[in-house]
Nanobody, 123 residues
């Protein structure tokens, strides 16, 4: 099992930037892929981005491609989500998750989850 703790959420204005962090602990070697999801009020949880601990390969949802960047610091067991040019529609609770599967975007394919951090973008 992997424990995940997100941080870095907050209230920003449209066009601003924000960086989220996800600290991982436990049997992280069993979950080589880390992902970010988000869930807006009244909507389903949706995939944002994922990264492989080894090598750093990543993929993104079309809605954030070119604005968000996922990265990792293996020495710190921490994954980041740099969010630029934020829009009001990016408002959501952002979750960090871990999986053994590459190229998956469904929440059910992820095994471990953090508690989430709120991101609110005002217009």
């Amino acid at each position: 099992q992997v424990q995940l703790v997100e941080s870095g959420g907050g209230l920003v204005q449209a066009g601003d930037s924000l960086r989220l962090s996800c600290a991982a602990s436990g049997r992280t070697f069993t979950r080589p892929i880390m992902g970010w999801f988000r869930q807006a009020s009244g909507k389903e949880r949706e995939f944002v981005a994922a990264i492989h601990w080894t090598g750093g390969s990543s993929y993104y949802a079309d809605s954030v491609k070119g604005r968000f960047t996922i990265s990792r610091d293996s020495a710190k067991n921490t994954v980041y989500l740099q969010m630029n040019s934020l829009k009001p529609e990016d408002t959501a609770v952002y979750y960090c998750a871990a999986t053994r599967q590459w190229w998956v975007v469904t929440p059910g394919d992820y095994d471990d989850w953090g508690q989430g951090t709120q991101v609110t973008v005002s217009s």
